[in-house]
């Protein structure tokens, strides 16, 4: 395909997150202001291999700045993960005369990225939209700040009730393979316990706690578990407790696909336009395959298999911090 990117595919893939359709707008108008024509993809890498596409203008993205979810819808596509999948859509992109690729999404949509871009010789720019703040290069991924004020807003009305009935509360939120959400929520909650992927969960410290402070008779106790944490989540941190604190009132709340919806908070509505606008011009300046991300408030650009092969590192200070609060 010819090297100048004249027309830009755009799509979202994976989960959704709130700002998502931020990011579409900003794609899409920036990329009419330099001339190019924007072509909308239906449910991500499903849509590109059912040529489900169509040509976006500037209204086609009014009024959905503070709307949750995407409007491009997402999938997860399986026939992507195959050659003949991809070979077909790459057929509908030359067809079409699409030249670059915006895909928002997170660490499995820029695999696919990596892949159908090496194979087919298509520029690719990812923006990280997820809410787990997985992604290594950024400090900011569009979705997080929201999903975590979702979390520490519902958190923050449980222990009200945790407060007024002598409870111990046990919170699971989303983060599969990352701790993000649970460490920002229960920092942010003033949680006893925050238990995470990245660390290893020692329950016969957490039960000592409590024996102790149950001897203390200081009953109210807020645990925040990632629904990935090694222990098994927040149902089988309870089985544990339960069996070592009978007399113990405690109780689960999996606050689940909650957090994915919801207008999206400023700081997502502002990361995700200026995200979005610095894709179509890397596009344009010949910054191809990058993950474009914001490192210390200035704009980030890693290879797109860098940030797909490592992970962000939560750093042993955000652990003390937890560790001497708490206490």
């Known amino acids: 395909m010819e090297k100048k990117v004249t027309k830009i595919g755009l799509?979202?893939?994976?989960?959704?997150a709130p700002g998502m359709n931020a990011a579409i707008r900003a794609v899409v108008r920036t990329g009419i202001y330099h001339g190019l024509e924007v072509h909308?993809?239906?449910?991500?890498?499903?849509?590109?291999?059912?040529?489900d596409i169509f040509r976006m203008d500037s209204r086609s993205v009014a009024n959905i700045i503070q709307r949750g979810g995407t409007i491009l819808k997402?999938?997860?596509?399986k026939d992507f993960f195959e050659y003949e999948g991809r070979q077909k859509a790459y057929e509908n992109l030359k067809r079409r005369g699409i030249n670059g690729l915006v895909v928002i999404g997170g660490d499995g949509s820029f695999r696919g990225a990596v892949k159908f871009s090496n194979e087919f010789d298509i520029p690719c720019i990812g923006l990280a939209g997820t809410i787990d703040k997985d992604i290594h290069g950024t400090d900011f991924t569009i979705g997080f700040d929201t999903a975590v004020n979702?979390?520490?807003?519902?958190?923050?009305k449980i222990r009200d009730t945790m407060d007024s009935h002598d409870r111990i509360f046990i919170i699971e939120v989303m983060g599969r393979d990352a701790g993000y959400i649970a460490l920002h929520s229960g920092i942010a909650t003033g949680a006893e316990n925050i238990l995470i992927p990245e660390l290893k969960s020692n329950m016969k410290d957490i039960i000592a706690s409590l024996q102790e402070k149950e001897r203390r008779?200081?009953?109210v106790n807020l645990i925040v578990v990632a629904e990935g944490d090694d222990f098994g989540g927040a149902n089988e941190v309870q089985k544990a407790l339960a069996e070592k604190l009978p007399k113990a009132e405690i109780r689960v709340c999996i606050l689940?696909?909650?957090q994915r919806g919801g207008s999206p908070s400023c700081i997502d509505r502002l990361i995700a336009s200026r995200m979005g606008f610095h894709a179509v011009e890397s596009l344009l300046e010949g910054r191809h395959n990058v993950f474009v991300g914001i490192l210390n408030n200035r704009m980030h650009y890693i290879p797109l298999e860098n940030a797909v092969k490592n992970k962000g590192k939560i750093s042993d200070e955000w652990m003390k911090i937890v560790k001497i609060l708490a206490s």
């Open 11 to 16: 799509l979202t893939s994976g989960g959704d």
């Open 40 to 51: 909308g993809i239906m449910r991500g890498y499903q849509g590109l291999i059912e040529d």
């Open 74 to 77: 997402t999938a997860r596509c």
């Open 150 to 156: 979702t979390a520490v807003e519902a958190i923050d």
């Open 217 to 219: 008779k200081k009953m």
């Open 256 to 258: 689940g696909h909650i």
